[in-house]
């Protein structure tokens, strides 16, 4: 059997490409630094242009046809430019994946993932342990007719107890934004491929460094481009990444005009042209180089963001005036084992602390001179903000409950700062409203 010719270079945008790139035998950062220049970029440039046009013109009308109709090329940018391709082969590299696909945000990226693939009637499992906002977004799908079933997804057996004949897909985040819960990920993987389920997951919080979805089995993996990649607080972006695990041709809902060619590509084609084309939600060429020189340093930060983590994790499970730490690099931590084996010794920079009750959050809070006060993670700076109060304000006592957010509940993303200003920072402030 013939397979269509693979068109070259970082032009395309849903490119099948083979597991292991050529530089593959090189390290996760030598790749990244080296792979703009190593594209031939004119003038001997080593970043990819930024691209502002909103068109793109051809010479020949049959050409510009012949993109329209499924050709590498560009057309408009809502479909993406040669800068937000080169983000995309980026982050297709970091996941040791297929294919990316690029967003405005990491919500545009997951709205296009449930709207572009799930159907009225459809049955979705989720983590009941996942980001505030994307808990909400799944109540909005239900509203369209979607049926969730919200399970504990550390435990592979209730993922398998909620599958039903509808069942379409299963959607986890390596590590549980804010409660560093982890998912049973391999056996969730292992499972969703022995009943061809759909496998998304949310890598946003260990990010690819960590390990790439591909480790877990994943269909497709989402990451907020925000958080950890981009990592300077300046630039918002989500990537939806195919692994090329999953099999399409036995998913009932890809269109017709989408089952061409290799059936490993069906679905984020059709998550393209249904998230970028038909709903508009697409990232900037300015914005892509942005997260593209971020991403440049995320090994160096990652590591700077989990030694600085795991410091100060261990000094605050043992302050008196905290009840509880929830963070993966704590032998307490229920799935400690887990992460370590699979996250080679690393841990991310989230952590959950939750304070005794008669602590007053606010004014603990307001004690702190080096963190910031303030929503968002994966960030240079540390950030601190009460999760009850802000981020799951919305969704009621009871859904925070079930979800294991209580009102002393501190999310905190460790930054690169120095490791004794960060712990000096929160052991005065905790001091002061012990005394
Ligand atoms: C922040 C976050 C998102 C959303 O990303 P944005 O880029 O802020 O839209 C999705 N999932 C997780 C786990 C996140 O932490």
């Known amino acids: 059997m013939s397979r269509p010719a693979r068109p070259q270079g970082p032009r395309l945008s849903i490119s099948i490409r083979p597991h292991r790139l ?5 390290g996760f950062t030598t790749r990244l630094v080296h792979a703009d220049h190593r594209a031939q970029l004119e003038h001997g440039a080593i970043h990819q242009p930024i691209h502002p046009s909103t068109e793109y013109a051809y010479t020949d009308a049959r050409e510009l046809a012949a993109v329209f109709q499924g050709k590498a090329g560009y057309t408009y940018a809502r479909q993406g430019t040669p800068t937000t391709a080169s983000l995309e082969a980026k982050v297709t590299d970091m996941e040791h994946a297929q294919a990316t696909v690029a967003f405005a945000t990491g919500m545009a990226a997951l709205n296009a993932i449930f709207f572009a693939l799930l159907r009225q009637g459809d049955h979705l499992i989720a983590s009941k342990y996942i980001f505030g906002n994307t808990n909400s977004l799944l109540m909005t799908l239900e ?3 979607v049926e969730l079933s919200l ?7 209730q993922v398998e107890a909620a599958i039903r004949p509808d069942t379409r897909m299963v959607f986890v985040e390596t590590i549980a934004n804010p409660g560093t819960q982890i998912a049973d990920l391999k056996a969730i993987g292992e499972l969703c491929r022995a009943r061809r ?5 949310d890598s946003t919080l260990s990010s690819p460094y960590l390990a790439p979805g591909r480790d877990f089995g994943a269909s497709l993996v989402v990451n907020s481009l925000s958080k950890h990649i981009g990592g300077h607080g300046n630039a918002l972006g989500g990537a939806v990444t ?14 017709e005009q989408y089952r061409k060619g290799d059936p490993r590509g069906w679905g984020l084609l059709q998550i393209k042209k249904k998230g970028l084309r038909d709903m508009g939600g697409t990232l900037s060429s300015d914005v892509a180089h942005r997260i593209a020189a971020g991403a440049e340093t995320m090994a160096l930060r990652m590591d700077r963001i989990c030694a600085n983590a795991l410091a100060l994790a261990r000094f605050l499970e043992t302050h008196p005036q905290v009840s509880r730490v929830h963070y993966p690099g704590l032998a307490s931590h229920p799935q400690h084992a887990r992460a370590t084996q699979w996250f080679g010794g690393r841990y991310g920079g989230l952590l959950g602390v939750e304070l005794h009750d008669h602590v007053d959050v606010f004014d603990c809070l307001n004690r702190l001179r080096v963190a910031a ?7 240079n700076r540390t950030l601190v903000l009460p999760a009850a109060h802000t981020i799951y304000y919305e969704m009621g006592p009871e859904r925070r409950a079930l979800m294991g957010i209580p009102d002393g509940f501190l999310r905190i993303s460790v930054g690169i700062e120095d490791e004794a200003d960060l712990i000096g920072d929160f052991a005065r402030a905790l001091d002061a409203v012990g005394a």
């Open 22 to 26: 050529p530089m593959s035998d090189q």
């Open 373 to 379: 006060l303030a929503t968002h993670l994966g960030d």
């Open 242 to 255: 195919q692994t090329g695990l999953y099999d399409w041709s036995g998913f009932p809902h890809i269109y």
């Open 197 to 201: 389920l759909v496998y998304v997951v």
């Open 151 to 157: 399970v504990d997804a550390t435990d592979a057996a």
């Open 143 to 145: 509203n369209f007719g």
